[in-house]
C-alpha cells in the first residue's frame, strides 16, 4: 500500500509540473511542495542510510538558514517545490533506460564496441559509452559494463573502468539527457542549451583524449596480455536503427523546446513516456500482443518509481540547502569580499573548480555545489557571463563525481566489478580527475579569455 502510494505521490508531481508548465495552475508551488515532502516521507526509510542522512541533513540546515535570517518561510516551500524539475527529468529517463535495455541494434553495437582489439579498446570503450550514455544515460554505461564484468587481469580492469567512467560523465557537459544540464540551467536562469552545448563537447572531446594519453603513459605497459578477442562488426541496418532512435529522440526534445518554447525538463517528462512506449512495442521480443508489450513497459516503470528516492532525496535536499543558505549570505557583501580578496576573475574561476573536486572527494554531490553557486554565486557577482560559468559548472560534473564515491557511477561500477567504491574514487581516480579538472581550468580561462576580444 505505501509502495502504491509512493508511486501515486510521484506521478501528482510530475503532473503537476508539466500542467504548471502548459497552463495557469493556482496553488502549484505549496501542492508540490506538500507532494514531494510527502514522497520523501515515505521512502526515506528504505533509502541507503548515507544518502538518507546527507539528504535530511541539507534540508535541516536550509530550514534552519532560513529561520536564523528571520527571511519569510515561503521560501522553504518554493525550494521543495524546485525539486520537481528534477524528478521529473529521473522520471523521463527511467522510461528510455528500459527499451535501450532490450533494443537488439543497441545490443548489437555493445558487442561491437568490447570486442575490440588492443590498442583501439580505449577509444572504442570510452567513446561509445560517451555517445550511447549522452542520450541512453546509465543505460548506455550499463550496457558496456560487461567487458568490464568478465576482466580478470586487475590492471586492465582499471583500465577499462577508467575509460567508461571518463566518456560516460564527460557527456554531461553537454548533454541534455543528464541531470547536469538542468541543475546548471536551473541554477543560473539566463542560461539556454545552446549557449553551452558546443563548448561541452569540445570540453568532453578534450578529456577522452586526455584520459587515454594518461592510460597509455601510466597503465598500458602495466596490462597483462588479452584473450584473444574475436571481431563483431556491426551491421550497416543495425547502424542506421541506432543512429535512427538517438538522433530522433533528440531532434524530438529539443524542438519540441524550440517550438512549444517548454523547459528541458517538462519536454523530457512529456516525450520520454510515449517515444519508450513506442520503442518497447516495436521489439517483439518483448510479447506476442502489442498490449501486453504496452502493459509490460508502464508496469516496469512504474515499479520502479519508488526507486528514484536516493536522487530525490540528494537533488531536494541541495535545493532546500542552497536556497536556505542564499539567505544567510547577501550578494553584494559577497561581491565586495571577492573583489578585495580574490579580485583575479581566472582565480576565482580556478578555486571554484578545485573545490568542486574536493567537495566532491569527501563524499557530497556536485548538485550541492551548483544550487549554491547560482544562489549566492551568480555569473555577476563571480564577474563573467553566464555561459563562462555555466560551461565551467558543467565542465566539472562529472570529474567530481569520479572522486566521490557515493555519486551513482561509482557505486554501479563498484557493483558490476567488485571493487570497493572508496577504491575506485579515493585510489584509482585522484589524479586523472586532479588532470581533468586542470585541464578544464585552462580550456575555461583561455576561451573567456578570449571572449574579451
Known amino acids: 500500500m505505501i509502495t502504491g502510494l509512493s508511486i ?21 508551488a505549496p501542492i508540490v511542495a506538500a507532494l514531494i515532502a510527502s514522497f520523501l516521507i515515505l521512502e526515506v526509510k528504505n533509502a541507503p542510510i548515507p544518502q538518507a542522512m546527507v539528504g535530511m541533513g541539507l534540508i535541516l540546515v536550509g530550514m534552519i538558514s532560513v529561520y536564523v535570517s528571520g527571511t519569510d518561510l515561503n ?19 527511467m522510461w528510455i533506460r528500459i527499451p535501450a535495455t532490450d533494443s537488439p541494434s543497441i545490443r548489437a553495437t555493445r558487442r561491437m564496441i568490447v570486442n575490440q582489439p588492443p590498442g583501439r579498446r580505449y577509444m572504442y570503450l570510452a567513446v561509445g559509452v560517451h555517445l550511447l550514455g549522452s542520450v541512453l544515460n546509465l543505460a548506455g554505461l ?35 539527457f ?30 577522452i583524449i586526455l584520459g587515454w594519453l594518461y592510460d597509455r603513459v601510466a597503465w598500458r605497459k602495466l596490462s597483462g596480455e588479452s584473450a584473444p578477442i574475436k571481431p563483431a562488426p556491426l ?19 529539443m524542438g519540441t523546446i524550440e517550438l512549444v518554447h517548454l523547459s528541458l525538463p517538462v519536454a523530457l517528462a512529456m516525450i520520454a513516456p510515449p517515444y519508450s512506449i513506442i520503442w518497447f512495442a516495436s521489439n517483439p521480443e518483448n510479447g506476442l500482443a502489442l498490449w501486453h508489450r504496452v ?5 516496469q516503470v512504474l515499479i520502479s518509481v519508488p526507486g528514484l528516492r536516493n ?87 562529472g570529474v567530481s563525481t569520479m572522486v ?24 584509482w581516480n585522484p589524479a586523472v580527475t586532479f588532470l581533468l579538472t586542470t585541464l578544464t581550468i585552462l580550456v575555461i580561462i583561455a576561451v573567456r579569455n578570449l571572449a574579451l576580444f
Open 8 to 28: 501515486s505521490v510521484y506521478l501528482l508531481i510530475v503532473f503537476f509540473g508539466i500542467a504548471s508548465s502548459l497552463m495557469s495552475v493556482p496553488y502549484t
Open 75 to 93: 521560501i522553504i516551500v518554493e525550494g521543495f517545490a524546485r525539486g520537481k524539475t528534477f524528478l521529473m527529468v529521473f522520471f523521463a529517463v
Open 142 to 176: 550499463s550496457l558496456l559494463s560487461a567487458m568490464v564484468e568478465r576482466q580478470k587481469d586487475p590492471v586492465l580492469r582499471r583500465r577499462m573502468v577508467s575509460a567508461l567512467m571518463i566518456g560516460f560523465v564527460s557527456a554531461s557537459a553537454w548533454s541534455p
Open 178 to 207: 543528464y541531470v547536469a544540464m538542468v541543475v546548471v540551467m536551473l541554477a543560473i536562469p539566463t542560461l539556454e542549451w545552446v549557449d553551452v552545448a558546443g563548448w561541452g563537447v569540445i570540453m568532453a572531446a578534450l578529456a
Open 235 to 253: 551491421s550497416m541496418s543495425n547502424r542506421a536503427k541506432v543512429i535512427g532512435v538517438l538522433t530522433s529522440l533528440v531532434c524530438l526534445v
Open 295 to 299: 502493459k509490460k513497459i508502464i508496469t
Open 311 to 397: 536522487e530525490a532525496l540528494i537533488f531536494v535536499g541541495a535545493t532546500v540547502f542552497g536556497v536556505g543558505v542564499s539567505t544567510l549570505i547577501p550578494a553584494t557583501d559577497l561581491t565586495q569580499w571577492l573583489d578585495n580578496y580574490i579580485p583575479n576573475v581566472d582565480l576565482r574561476i580556478a578555486l571554484l573548480l578545485y573545490g568542486m573536486l574536493l567537495i566532491g572527494g569527501i563524499g557530497l554531490h556536485a548538485v550541492i555545489v551548483v544550487i549554491l553557486v547560482g544562489e549566492v554565486l551568480p555569473p555577476e557577482v563571480i564577474g563573467v557571463p553566464d555561459w563562462i560559468l555555466g560551461i565551467s559548472l558543467l565542465g566539472m560534473w
Open 404 to 427: 566521490n564515491p557515493y555519486s551513482g557511477t561509482c557505486l554501479y561500477l563498484s557493483r558490476v566489478t567488485g571493487v570497493s567504491p572508496f577504491v575506485i574514487a579515493w585510489r
